[in-house]
């Protein structure tokens, strides 16, 4: 078991004594054990920017090096939800402005739409407004009908039709295959994650922090999440266990999380950030403190 990428950080090593460390926290909540987790830390972790939310390098199976866990946005989106789903943008210039612009699209039937409304492409491109004086025509065309097959045609085109969150396991040989997480982890997009055996059998699990305040209004919160214990079965497939029974329960705009040592009374445990909340930490419950797990 070797959590590459896991953040493995120690308040301890900054000079913060355990009991600082729970001031720092307000309290501490009872939570899952955390245990068998190694001492390795290469400083760090790697945010994408393609979609992936945050990934970490873990080993989900026995005897296998370089397995890549990745989060995105999951299948509970405007963008990610049903069998045809599609984030599509083109960038190009489709107004008489210099500028260009950023469209949102998707399909809807076999026919591509516009994503927003004609109030809010008519504020990027003024003429549109002219062109439609009635949303009902607006809603009925098609997208090149609004902005023109020659303009869509010369725009970039980006595209992502993969939203799960899943693990891509190591052949060991330089290739990787993807396999999702659990349906319950695409409920929401997996923020941050933390890589151990946290329930001591050897095996690597996974912790995920969930959820995402950010998009603007019009598209919504991507929420839904309370935080997933996914425990290993040592051959990269992953048991959710529900956050009534594992005790890490982390509502909210969750942003990171950390494998943290408490000190010898609290044993590591877990620190999880939230945006524009308080932190929350996680120890072992204290019947799992005493049998050492
Ligand atoms: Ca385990």
Request: glycine residues 16%; negative net charge; proline residues 4%.
């Amino acid at each position: 078991m070797r959590p590459g990428r896991s953040p493995e950080r120690s308040l301890r090593g900054r000079g913060e004594s355990a009991a600082a460390a729970l001031q720092l926290l307000g309290h501490a909540q009872v939570g899952f054990a955390v245990d068998g987790v190694e001492e390795e830390n290469d400083g760090g972790r790697d945010d994408h920017e393609s979609g992936i939310e945050r990934g970490g390098v873990a080993d989900a199976e026995d005897g296998e090096v370089g397995d890549v866990a990745a989060g995105n946005v999951g299948l509970n989106t405007a963008y990610s939800s049903g069998a045809d789903a599609a984030a599509i943008v083109f960038y190009g210039q489709f107004g008489r402005r210099r500028s260009r612009q950023l469209i949102e699209a998707c399909f809807e039937d076999g026919r591509l739409l516009p994503r927003r409304t004609l109030g809010a492409l008519g504020a990027e491109i003024p003429e549109l407004k002219r062109r439609f004086r009635f949303n009902d025509d607006f809603a009925r065309a098609t997208l090149p009908e609004i902005l023109g097959a020659d303009r869509l045609a010369a725009a970039e085109r980006f595209e992502a039709r993969a939203f799960r969150s899943g693990v891509f396991l190591s052949d060991g040989r330089g290739g990787w295959r993807f396999q999702p997480l659990p349906r319950i982890c695409q409920i929401a997009p997996a923020q941050a994650m933390a890589a151990g055996d946290f329930d001591g059998d050897g095996r690597m699990d996974l912790f995920i922090v969930q959820n995402w305040h950010g998009p603007i209004p019009y598209v919504g919160r991507f929420t839904g999440g309370l935080g997933q214990l996914l425990l290993g079965d040592g051959q990269g497939g992953f048991r959710a266990v529900e956050p009534a029974e594992s005790g890490l329960v982390v509502p909210g705009d969750g942003r990171d999380v950390a494998v943290v040592d408490f000190g010898r009374r609290w044993g590591r445990g877990l620190l999880v950030s939230r945006n524009d909340s308080t932190l929350l930490g996680f120890v072992r419950r204290p019947a799992e403190r005493e049998a050492g797990r």
